[in-house]
């Protein structure tokens, strides 16, 4: 029918990983919709996947959904976070992907409530710099900034977080550090991609996101 609204009936999202990324972004920034979906598109391509703006754009699938329209399905995502998966699974997803600092403190919290008691190391908050470690956002580059600006930046993110930094700060073994920094990510690599396996699942079963490749 002439003039008739396009109705989008295809999936949205290609992978798992662009639908939470995007998914978090969309819902929880403030700026208005448009540039909220706009800031989104952005922050995936640019700091997650490094994909040029005209081939994410092709990746998500708008068609037929306004701004508002967009959103509501981000906001979806994120309630699918905290409504299908155990509190564990729905804190490494957040952890991972919220824009929020507060809710990414928060679920750092509940994941070294968690697993901490795995770790030789007992200091709580050496526990929670441990975990909050595998999760602080990346240093990515600032606009119109040198180079040496940002390589400045990314050593000085990597030694606040680095185990001589905390052996310092707290007074245990940089060895005993180390590992427990490297179980608490195998553990919490695991606890996530179980969590978004079971995401991935739902969200092509409600045509969302496109069913993975099989070889």
Known sequence: MEGATTVNVEPIFVTIGEALSIGFRGAEERAPIKGSTDSALRHLKEERYGLPATALDRRVNKVGLNDQEFRAQCVLIVEAVNRRLSVHEAASIIARFTTIALKRAQAVRELQKAYGALCNTQNTEALLALVWGLYVPSVVPMPNETPESFNARRKRREVEWSARSLEKQYGI??????????????????????AQTKLETYFVRTGLLQAPETS
């Open 173 to 194: 073994g940089r060895n005993v550090l180390n590992r427990d920094k490297a179980l608490l990510r195998k553990l919490l690599s695991e606890v996530e991609l179980q």
